[in-house]
């Protein structure tokens, strides 16, 4: 139906005739001649409509924006002094010598000229999917996956999939559940990953396994979520966690240096310890080149017990970070921070606003200046390594909380002062504590229960879970954790132990996990495996920081879709053939 695609058309189509096929995207009218702008989804291209061929010229007075168009003309070169160098196509133009409309369009719901409401994007996503911004995220997507094909089909990885209708396992979030009309109450469990099928692919000596797969998680939601996303999944055998991460690595770097010419690597390996004391995340963002310091020293025989009780607790800390031109901030601001570090889980917030370090404690102003020796005050500044004009932002309590709210607070206050660096800065964190404690579920694994655990016995393991790291490891890019993964267990004895460590007995291992612990029993191999987060990888790579904007039909936030208005209420007959009944329910 077309010769060409509009933005294929350049010089050397001068004086041939080209049949091309797209929307309106605008339409000039200048009296006599008409200009529009046809567009498909590789760009523009003016077309001009002569009044010398009346009956062309009148039919083409009656074009407006996104009528759906074919045009047959001959491709001309434009006048020097008029070439559009905004266009790829703006050293052509062309003449029309045909025009079909294959379908007009109404007043449209979306104003391509100006910002539309989110909301209004997702409700007429067909029309948002034609913007040119829209356009490259899709199409670089598609470019990223064709990549990611040809690098691990060419380091003899097998495509293989994997069923979507499955049994329920514990893998960290809620399943969304599938009722069977043929074992009425029975359901079906969409896959939260292939996780239990790419370890049997390992068993069954698939040694090398990747999928580009939907999997389906029932949680809140935020910007870099959904309830359906994409992973790269990949599985080996013989492989060590180096390993994985080697080969995973340089598939990463190679991505980045083809889609963007952006030179990751070599990537630093940082333990999951030293990721929360540096920087109060396990997925830091290294672009911002101030980090967190403990400053437990300054403040551990001081009067004030706010800081001095948490200074001499081994499972508490200190924590302050230097925030560079900081000294200037408002008492308004300040409060708000110390409002989202308590948000955070943070105790609260304390400042010490450094103007002239050279007249001692004469040049800070501090929440605290009435409590602490003129010392401690001085010790903490130097501690923290700020310098004139900056601020110190201190935090003291729990380990893991402080760090975490102080993280947080690091992250907004660099970004509110356009401290974050541009660019991208990758790393590896790993060394993970296999288990931790949760106010809602108690003791759960921090990855998943099928996570092998690093130099201990079975024994040792059930004896002192929370003292036991997991062979696992993430791959951070920009605070976004890009990807992770883990050695699996292969021994039935180490991942019984585990689920005794997870309060399963064996009754329940057997219920839920029989198939797994049957095949371990055969044979199964070390196995090691990673899974990478196709859409926040498309986010990064497209400069995004909405998951939304690199999906073609994403959810909201509440995971509906408002184009297609699901989920919906199903119709009673259906309800019966599924033996289910509806007893209530909010519209």
């Not at 290294?286 to 200074?311: C, G, M, Q, T, Y």
């Not at 926040?536 to 994403?554: E, H, K, Q, S, Y």
């Not at 119709?571 to 053939?577: D, F």
């Amino acid at each position: 139906m077309r010769s060409n695609y509009c933005a294929d058309v350049n010089l050397a189509h001068k004086d041939t005739d080209v049949t091309l096929c797209g929307w309106v995207n605008r339409r000039r009218d200048l009296g006599g001649l008409i200009f529009i702008d046809l567009r498909d989804r590789t760009g523009l291209i003016q077309v001009v409509f002569e009044p010398d061929n009346e009956q062309l010229h009148q039919i083409a007075s009656t074009l407006r924006n996104e009528f759906c168009i074919k045009v047959v003309g001959t491709v001309k070169a434009r006048p020097q002094d008029q070439v559009n160098k905004k266009m790829a196509t703006g050293e052509v133009e062309v003449y029309a010598k045909e025009l079909q409309i294959f379908n007009k369009a109404g007043v449209l719901p979306l104003d391509f000229n100006q910002e539309n409401t989110e909301e209004q994007r997702l409700r007429y996503r067909y029309l948002d999917l034609r913007r040119p911004q829209m356009v490259e995220k899709l199409v670089t997507r598609s470019k990223i996956t064709h990549f990611v094909r040809e690098f691990l089909d060419s380091h003899g990885f097998l495509d293989i999939e994997t069923p979507m209708l499955t049994k329920a396992t514990p893998e960290g979030a809620r399943d969304y559940l599938v009722p069977s009309r043929i074992h009425h109450g029975k359901f079906y469990a969409l896959p939260q990953s292939p996780q239990l099928f790419k370890q049997l692919l390992m068993i069954a000596g698939y040694d090398r396994y990747y999928q580009i797969v939907k999997c389906f998680r029932d949680e809140d939601l935020r910007a870099d979520r959904q309830p359906e996303f994409t992973q790269i999944d990949v599985e080996t055998s013989f492989m060590t966690s180096d390993d994985v991460r080697a080969i995973m690595e340089e598939m990463m770097c190679k991505l980045f240096k083809h889609m963007l010419n952006v030179d990751l690597g070599p990537l630093p390996v940082m333990t999951w310890e030293e990721a929360m004391d540096r920087f109060g995340s396990d997925k830091p963002d290294l672009r911002i080149d101030f980090e967190l310091k403990l400053v437990d020293e300054a403040v551990k025989n001081s009067e004030f017990k706010v800081l001095s009780e948490p200074a001499n607790d081994e499972k508490s800390r200190v924590i302050a970070f230097a925030l560079p031109g900081g000294a200037g901030l408002s008492r308004k601001i300040i409060d708000e921070y110390t409002d989202y570090v308590k948000k955070m889980g943070g105790s609260g917030l304390i400042y010490i606003k450094v103007n002239e370090l050279a007249k001692g404690a004469e040049g800070l102003k501090s929440s605290i200046g009435k409590h602490v020796t003129e010392k401690e005050l001085l010790d903490l500044v130097a501690l923290s390594g700020a310098k004139d004009g900056d601020i110190v932002f201190i935090g003291c309590g729990p380990r893991v909380k402080t760090a975490t709210a102080m993280g947080a607070l690091r992250l907004k206050a660099a970004r509110d002062a356009k401290l974050v660096n541009p660019g991208y800065k990758a790393l590896w964190v790993v060394d993970f504590p296999m288990f931790e404690m949760t106010e809602e579920a108690g003791l759960t694994a921090m990855h998943h229960p099928f996570t092998a655990p690093k130099n201990v016995t079975p024994e040792q393991l059930i004896a002192d879970p929370m003292s036991v790291y997991a062979d696992a490891y993430d791959l951070v890019i920009n605070g976004y954790e890009s990807g992770g993964g883990s050695v699996r267990i292969y021994d039935e004895n180490m991942q019984n132990a585990v689920f005794t460590v997870l309060g399963i007995s064996k009754e329940e291992a057997r219920e839920k996990f029989g198939f797994l612990l049957d095949a371990l029993s055969f044979g199964a191999p070390p196995h090691a495996g990673l899974a990478f987060g196709l859409d926040r990888v498309t986010m990064l790579i497209t400069g995004t920081d909405n998951i939304r904007d690199v999906i073609a039909f994403p959810k909201t936030t509440a995971a509906a879709c408002l184009m297609t208005d699901a989920p919906n209420v199903a119709s009673s007959e259906a309800l019966n053939e599924l033996a289910i009944a509806v007893t209530d329910y909010e519209d």
